[in-house]
């Protein structure tokens, strides 16, 4: 790691310790929001292209629903912390459209890192308060649009197995193995893994 990389993330780490995030590990900040099972998530997504000259940081804001993420962990092997739903910055900002933040050498790191915080604090901080409430996530997190294809069919399961309503993961479980089959591909035998541990998993 450069002295850039670590500096202009120690800088962000420092400036979003404010708005109450606190590292996990470097590029992942979680924030405690008072109830036990749920934090805010926050990846800061690194471009080093242009290194040593500048370094970029993409903020990508999300919630972490700790039930769900135990269970996306043990039957699906995700890496905790788990992002249940994430969104880049930029596309929740006016603009609607990729944001990063330029850290170049020599430049002022502190000041830099100072706005990349704020605007995740004013433009990502709601997009954390909406879907850190369970009842929010668990009933609106289908039609969203956040989760990606690949992901849709380990989350929702989980979501209502953990609801209570078995019956209805079961079936969406079923119907995505009726879709793969016996396809030989990556994500085809990892959901036929995740598939045999849910069945065997008391919620």
Same mark, same amino acid.
């Given at each position: 790691?450069?002295?850039?990389?670590?500096?202009? $993330?120690?800088?962000?780490?420092?400036?979003? &310790? &404010?708005?109450?995030? *606190?590292?996990?590990?470097?590029?992942?900040?979680?924030?405690?929001?008072?109830?036990?099972?749920?934090?805010? %998530?926050?990846?800061?997504?690194?471009?080093?292209?242009?290194?040593?000259?500048?370094?970029?940081?993409?903020?990508?804001?999300?919630?972490?629903?700790?039930?769900?993420?135990?269970?996306?962990?043990?039957?699906?092997? %995700?890496?905790?912390?788990?992002?249940?739903?994430?969104?880049?910055?930029?596309?929740?900002?006016?603009?609607?459209?990729?944001? $990063?933040?330029?850290?170049?050498?020599?430049?002022?790191? *502190?000041?830099?890192?100072?706005?990349?915080?704020?605007?995740?604090?004013?433009?990502?901080?709601?997009?954390?308060?909406? %879907?850190?409430? %369970?009842?929010?996530?668990?009933?609106?997190?289908?039609?969203?649009?956040?989760?990606?294809?690949?992901?849709?069919?380990?989350?929702?399961?989980?979501?209502?197995?953990?609801?209570?309503? &078995?019956?209805?993961?079961?079936?969406?479980?079923?119907?995505?193995?009726?879709?793969?089959?016996?396809?030989?591909?990556?994500?085809?035998?990892?959901? &036929?893994?995740?598939?045999?541990?849910?069945?065997?998993?008391?919620?």
């Amino acid at each position: 790691m450069t002295s850039l990389e670590k500096d202009s $993330q120690d800088a962000c780490a420092s400036a979003l &310790r &404010r708005y109450g995030f *606190v590292p996990k590990r470097r590029g992942i900040l979680l924030q405690p929001r008072g109830v036990k099972d749920v934090t805010g %998530w926050l990846g800061l997504n690194l471009a080093t292209w242009a290194l040593p000259a500048k370094m970029q940081i993409n903020p990508v804001v999300g919630v972490r629903h700790v039930p769900l993420e135990k269970a996306l962990v043990e039957l699906a092997d %995700w890496k905790a912390p788990v992002a249940c739903v994430s969104k880049p910055l930029g596309y929740l900002m006016p603009r609607n459209t990729f944001a $990063q933040w330029d850290f170049p050498a020599g430049g002022d790191l *502190v000041a830099i890192a100072e706005d990349l915080a704020a605007a995740v604090a004013g433009f990502g901080q709601p997009f954390i308060d909406k %879907w850190a409430n %369970w009842d929010t996530f668990s009933e609106g997190v289908t039609d969203a649009g956040l989760l990606l294809d690949n992901q849709k069919l380990f989350v929702l399961p989980l979501v209502a197995a953990i609801n209570g309503d &078995r019956r209805r993961a079961e079936s969406l479980i079923e119907q995505e193995l009726d879709r793969i089959d016996d396809a030989p591909d990556v994500y085809s035998k990892s959901y &036929r893994l995740f598939a045999e541990k849910f069945a065997a998993r008391r919620f």
